[in-house]
């Protein structure tokens, strides 16, 4: 169930926006812009925005999957002490 809530959550995202400014700070200086530099750029813009979106996602992810954890334990061990199958 939580990974269902995380997925719906992450499908459901908004891109964050992109500027122009970002671009020609990754894209550097130079008179040398050919394709590897523009991939490179685009890979760090991509890189910087997946952790601002993804990072408080995760991070509820992660204390649900912490919660259920906790949890998981003492039912273990009332249904192993039950005989339950």
């Known amino acids: 169930r939580a990974m269902?809530?995380?997925q719906i959550a992450v499908r459901y995202m908004k891109n964050p926006p992109v500027?122009?400014?970002e671009i020609a700070n990754s894209a550097g200086?130079?008179?040398t812009h050919n394709g590897v530099?523009?991939?490179r750029a685009a890979c760090i813009i991509a890189m910087q925005k997946a952790q601002v979106s993804f990072d408080?996602?995760?991070e509820a992810l992660k204390?649900?999957?912490v919660h259920v954890m906790k949890r998981l334990c003492p039912i273990v061990e009332h249904m192993v002490s039950k005989g339950v199958s």
């Open 4 to 6: 269902r809530e995380f």
């Open 37 to 39: 530099n523009f991939m």
């Open 56 to 58: 408080p996602v995760l």
């Open 29 to 31: 200086l130079g008179d």
């Open 63 to 65: 204390n649900r999957a």
């Open 19 to 21: 500027s122009e400014d």
